[in-house]
């Protein structure tokens, strides 16, 4: 099956209409092609890194300059800069998309990901095959490679450097011109219960009548909510329920021809829903207090089982004040592909068995805290275990 990816930027009565934005040229980031130096090659090469998801309505590249540019961690420029869209890219895969100012402490910065910011626009301009100007949305979802020299990508990750110097075009200059079926976001509005729902409009001119038509909005974490249209109506009306309040969410139309099995998918650029006004619970935790005083967990033994799998021991910590009926805490031992082997901890420090581990991969060991408060989590980050060819 084809699939043949649109662009399209949101629309919203209360906001500047889109064909005045303008986008940035100097934008590092890439719309991946279709031939096999393009998206082809980067499926074959996180298959063979034994990663999950490789297939996306979007696969884009950027530059080094992106991954060694980006603040990993809050303290790391010298002063707070206007708030930006930030990509949470793991495995190569972009899980959410986070409003972030590059500087202060934001609960998305971990050791498992890399954070990209998005450019101008939220996403890659393009000419089509009839030489119109189209806008790619960077979105969740979205499969992201680092172009390290003109013949090589790979998944992002921290330490990259350049092997040799692109030569990557420019991207064009003006205005996006908009898909004519683009869902139009017409108003938000927060529910009783603090969620959000959101009506949108689809226009379904020139679909032909053996097609299926359904609108999907994304939310950070990539659950996604699907709705079925009448793709013989001029125009469709129809309200999405239960969105998470000031959060990044995407809006599609997807197109399918059950003659010719063809799928169009029209992506809006992210978008951000309204706050609720929620009143906020009380911390049963400090996280700087944790950070500060509950030990890493470590690999006291490792061994090898008849089966010829790893079997590693791992020292807990001992979490001071620790209630279980505000807070629950996890050993977590995370491989390839992002596959966790998680134990429940009772904060007083004990030594656990964790087993089954591959002995071709590389794995981190962290403890996590979550307060049943705010539901912000605390991670703990240890040694890592490494395969058993590497050091």
Known sequence: MKRNIQGISVFLSSLILYSTISYSADAAWFLEGEDIDGRVAT?????????LQVRSDNYFKVDVSQIESTPQAAGSTPAPVKEAKYAVVFDGVIDKIINWD??????DLNENAVIIKLPEGDGVTYIDKSGVIRLSPIYQGSIVSVQVSPTKKVTPELGLVQEAPLKEPSQ????????????????????AN?????????????????????????TDGRSTTSIGIDPTAPSTMLTVDNLPQNEN??????????????ETVIVNPVLTTIPAPIVLPEPARNAAVDKATVVAP??????????????VEIKTPVIPDYDTTKSIASLMVVGPGGSTTAIGLFGV????????????????????????????ETIISGESIYKTSSP
């Open 43 to 51: 499926v074959e090469r996180m298959r063979g890194e034994d990663l």
């Open 102 to 107: 590059g500087f202060s402490e934001h609960e």
């Open 172 to 191: 064009p200059i003006g205005a996006a011109v908009p898909f004519e079926n683009a869902p139009q976001v017409i108003s938000q509005k927060v529910s």
């Open 194 to 218: 603090n969620s959000i729902s959101m009506t949108i409009q689809v226009p379904t001119t020139n679909i032909s009548d053996h097609s299926t038509v359904s609108v999907q909005v994304v």
């Open 249 to 262: 969410v995407t809006v599609k139309t997807v197109i399918r021809d059950t003659v010719t099995n063809k």
């Open 298 to 311: 470590a690999v006291t033994s490792t061994a090898t089982d008849a089966s010829g799998h790893r079997v």
């Open 349 to 376: 420090g004990e030594t656990l068995s964790v087993g089954s581990l591959s002995p071709d991969a590389n794995y981190t060991v962290k403890v996590v805290i979550r307060d049943l408060g705010t539901g912000k």
